[in-house]
């Protein structure tokens, strides 16, 4: 899904309350965080935990959870 070179680990997913994953292929994500993406110069955020819950606080608060 990620097509990844390096490390895997530390990556944070979040999807969005209408998201199900019954496919045959995992669901597209909302937002993504990762903690190696500086490092082997990957196209998605830098992982900074404060920016991640307030991303969790925003996708909750936006369906009233």
Known sequence: MLSLAGPCA???IL???QVHGDGATPPR???LE???ASAFNRPY?????RRLADKV????????E
């Not at 955020?45 to 935990?49: E, F, I, N, S, Y």
């Open 10 to 12: 530390s990556i944070f």
């Open 15 to 17: 999807y969005g309350l």
């Open 29 to 31: 994500s909302d937002y």
């Open 34 to 36: 990762d903690a190696h």
């Open 45 to 49: 955020p830098q992982l900074d935990a």
């Open 57 to 64: 606080r925003e996708m909750l608060g936006a369906k009233g």
